[in-house]
């Protein structure tokens, strides 16, 4: 079955410095793997997604993720974290057995970017 | 870029009553939408999938009766919560998908989600 992991509840982090939010899958066949982000009381706003290319897939917001086929790891990263980063990070795979692709969530990591 | 409407953001009903929740989206043709329910402090789990023209497709332990789903038009999918119950309350979430299947430029848009509170 497909599935994402995020090990980490809650990840903190002050302003300017780098910031990593993990997430490892398991998928059969290529993983097609997705990085949303949730602001409080809303809904999802799309970051970046890894279908197939390069590695490092950059995204919106200044975010990126390196896609590791070998430690089947898909980590957001960015390079110097604000304070409006703050919010809840979701990592999602694809069903590819789903006719109608649908998206498996990981549980969510809270990222608290402290000034 | 695409637009997903959520409506209501917040409804407050009385056990036993039902209620409707709207997902359009607004600048793009739907044939696929989805419906999600997410609890405080956790992940999204995927309710059903909803399909213009057809029947829904629900998720195990999801029932279809309880959580009546209707995509009548390639803009607008309703999700309506039949004899609400306390333990219905939680936050629902509607996304549309933008493009075909599988294509190139696919893409999922979220709407602002309905907090639903069950009294």
């Known amino acids: 079955a497909q599935s994402v992991a995020q090990p980490e509840d809650q990840v903190n982090v002050a302003e300017g410095n780098p910031l990593t939010v993990k997430c490892t899958y398991s998928v059969s066949g290529n993983p097609y793997l997705f990085w949303y982000v949730q602001y409080p009381n809303r809904g999802l706003q799309f970051l970046l997604k890894?279908?197939?290319?390069?590695?490092l897939v950059k995204g919106s917001y200044g975010f990126e993720a390196e896609f590791n086929k070998s430690q089947t790891s898909f980590h957001l990263k960015k390079p110097s974290a604000l304070v409006s980063d703050s919010a809840l990070y979701f990592c999602a795979v694809r069903d590819i057995k789903s006719g109608y692709n649908k998206l498996i969530f990981g549980a969510g990591t809270r990222l608290a970017v402290h000034p | 870029g695409a637009v997903v409407s959520q409506h209501p953001s917040r409804v407050i009903c009385k056990s036993g009553t039902s209620v409707k929740i709207e997902c359009r989206s607004l600048?793009?043709?739907?044939?696929?939408m989805f419906w999600y329910r997410q609890f405080p402090k956790q992940s999204l789990m995927l309710m059903a999938t909803s399909n213009e023209g057809s029947k829904a497709t629900y998720e195990q332990g999801v029932e279809k009766d309880k959580f009546l789903i209707n995509h009548a038009s390639l803009t607008l999918s309703t999700l309506t919560v039949t004899s609400a119950h306390p333990e219905d309350s939680s936050f629902y979430i509607c996304?549309?998908?933008?493009?075909?299947?599988?294509?190139?430029?696919?893409?999922?848009?979220f709407g602002s989600g309905t907090q639903l509170s069950v009294l």
């Open positions: 996304s549309a998908r933008s493009g075909g299947a599988w294509a190139t430029n696919e893409k999922l848009f």
């Open positions: 600048d793009f043709q739907a044939t696929t």
């Open positions: 890894y279908i197939t290319g390069d590695n």
